[in-house]
């Protein structure tokens, strides 16, 4: 290493130390890590308020409007948030521990924008359906489940 | 117990069993323990967005108008998630584990409700102020800070 670039390294280092943020694309370990929590919690609350909705289909629970309603508002809130903070790059299966994210979501990012997107239409949907009766929250479960899984399919690594 | 009351209670653990909800406004264990993971879930991703906006106030990371709204439109979301299906009565401190939640959360419900609200109503102006500039968004702050800390002190218990 010349002179001058242990001197850039070096320069990196310390704002790095400073600002908590690496150079470029790149983000701390620390920063990346917390990204994949925050995503971790996002889903969570995607499959506890799908939950709640298979539940009511499969007739497990009664069906109750005002429950459907709020659970299915629960998920597209859940579906819909912005994804620039937490889908953080380098956020990736085999860096961050726990996480099953394929490097694919960030190198085939509008295929990955294409499925969240299908999925964030498929809970409008239902908050619509859930509030309707039985009937159209059963129907609308399949366009749920199925942008679930089309996604996981492609964009979710094998179990850690 | 008279027959009559034996039968009621025996076609009501029947109907338990059956359809996983319990009588009146008491839920089973497991829909307690799932709401309580789908609330941690909420907190998680409110303390990681207020968390970005104020490294960003502090000047620990620079300043982007389009992260810092980001952040500010999670925060919102998460923050006004419906409470309905994630705050069961019953899924209090003491009953389910891990939880700090305090009983008065259910027999002061107004009172709860107006610290929540008080927060939705300050990520929505963390919301404008996040894409202003710096300025704007460490003066709204406050208010994110402030209403998650009056909310903490009057409804959640000490550490388990």
Redesign the interface.
Known sequence: MSKHSTLIAATALAITAM???AFGDGHTDKALA??V??R???M??IG??T??LG?MAKG???YDA??A???A??LS??A???R???WLEGSVQGTVDGTRAKADIWTNAAGFTEKATALETAADAMVTAAGTDLAALQAAMGGVGGTCKACHETYRGPKN
Request: charged share 10%.
């Open positions: 600002t908590g943020v917390a990204a929590k925050a971790q919690a996002q969570q609350l506890y308020n939950g709640l539940e497990a629970t009664p005002a429950l309603t709020s659970a508002k629960n809130a859940a819909s948030l912005d620039q903070t937490i």
